[in-house]
T-cell receptor
Framework: DAKTTQPTSMDCAEGRAANLPCNHS???????VYWYRQIHSQGPQYIIH???NNETNEMASLIITEDRKSSTLILPHATLRDTAVYYC?????????????FGEGTQLTVNP | NAGVTQTPKFRILKIGQSMTLQCTQD?????MYWYRQDPGMGLKLIYY???????DKGEVPNGYNVSRSTTEDFPLRLELAAPSQTSVYFC?????????FGQGTRLTVV
């Protein structure tokens, strides 16, 4: 399985962009990068995913380096409600199906 | 659509007791997952299923069993509960991209 490495915690001022990094240096060519977040103790929520091109949706942008060994999730205008644990996941495809394995994530705190 | 529904939301078990955590989804997803999350930690994969009749172990399967007789349901069975199984349990389902999670079952073993 490709492993991911994320900082344990980050802080961001409300209204500013939050840039969350993730290293996945052992990623394989057909593995996607996914981002989820977990607010308080709720179930995780899907944010965005990508293979090698940059992606944007209504929640965030995902920037993947050309060598695919790292990525950055960008929340363009962070609000207090974006305070959560953010998980970067590499989706493992196996012959028996698709595992979805989480790491420890980054605790993002958005400050007023 | 209700999405992913887990029951119960809370449960206290005594050591040695057994119980089944229920998970059902109404999105006709083939892939379903069970996770546990200890305080301050990330999610650990217990078991997963790629379709009815097919299950496989995740990272921490010991002490648990699963079955998948229908596409909709993926129950998690705890036999002989131990204090180490005190945790929050999440069920999830997906088809290809976005995974949907239930609201969790908070289990305490005393």
């Amino acid at each position: 399985d490709a492993k991911t490495t994320q900082p344990t915690s980050m802080d961001c001022a409300e209204g500013r962009a939050a840039n969350l990094p993730c290293n996945h240096s052992t990623i394989s060519g057909n593995e996607y990068v996914y981002w989820y977040r977990q607010i308080h103790s709720q179930g995780p929520q899907y944010i965005i995913h990508g293979l090698k091109n940059n992606e944007t949706n209504e929640m965030a942008s995902l920037i993947i380096t050309e060598d695919r060994k790292s990525s950055t999730l960008i929340l363009p205008h962070a609000t207090l409600r974006d305070t959560a644990v953010y998980y970067c996941i590499v989706r493992v495809e196996e012959t028996s199906g698709s595992r979805l394995t989480f790491g420890e994530g980054t605790q993002l705190t958005v400050n007023p | 659509n209700a999405g992913v529904t887990q029951t119960p939301k809370f449960r206290i078990l005594k050591i040695g007791q057994s119980m089944t955590l229920q998970c059902t989804q109404d999105m006709n997803h083939n892939y379903m997952y069970w996770y546990r999350q200890d305080p301050g930690m990330g999610l650990k994969l217990i078991y997963y299923s790629v379709g009815a009749g097919i299950t496989d172990k995740g990272e921490v399967p010991n002490g648990y069993n699963v079955s998948r007789s229908t596409t909709e349901d993926f129950p998690l069975r705890l036999e002989l509960a131990a204090p180490s199984q005190t945790s929050v349990y999440f069920c999830a389902s997906t088809e290809t991209t976005e995974a949907f999670f239930g609201q969790g079952t908070r289990l305490t073993v005393v």
